[in-house]
């Protein structure tokens, strides 16, 4: 194992993949993850604050929304949970958070319609959920 610091921000040990790498402490880092995108999303009423009306919503986020700069700071730095069954708060995040968001930016090329970030994940039961590929996709709620 050799020890090397990628774009200043990370010192990681073990590559796993093109878009994984273990940290000296066993931290897992998933890089370049699309936690939103420009475009149609469906949700039922209830996830849009609407009255139940028997079948899902379409919500259409644009570009300026996804990429602005205050939508995307309010990405960072958060915590990571697993699942939708409670929002971390100051109150309960010691009990659900299993990483962090970091480095949340507009993707390139074929990615540019995407929001990315990296996500560290310091929980061992996320960290193998991941590798395992128990655990494969990703949503903000």
């Not at 590559?15 to 993850?33: A, F, Q, W």
């Not at 699309?34 to 209830?46: D, L, T």
């Not at 395992?132 to 949503?139: I, P, R, T, Y």
Request: proline share 6%; with cysteine; glycine share 8%.
């Amino acid at each position: 194992m050799r020890r090397k610091f990628r774009d200043g921000r990370f010192l990681t040990t073990e590559k796993i993949s093109p878009l994984k790498e273990k940290t000296p402490e066993g931290y897992l880092l998933c890089r370049d993850v699309p936690i939103s995108r420009v475009g149609s999303f469906e949700y039922s009423a209830a996830e849009v604050g609407l009255p139940n009306i028997g079948h899902a919503v379409q919500v259409w986020r644009p570009e300026e929304q996804i990429f602005n700069p205050e939508t995307i700071a309010s990405f960072e730095a958060k915590p990571v949970v697993i699942g939708h069954a409670r929002f971390a708060d100051p109150d309960n995040w010691r009990e659900i958070a299993v990483g962090t968001t970091q480095n949340v930016r507009r993707g390139e090329g074929d990615k540019s319609d995407f929001l990315l970030a990296d996500l560290l994940l310091t929980d061992r039961k996320a960290i193998e959920a991941v590798e395992s590929g128990d655990l494969k996709e990703v949503s903000c709620g």
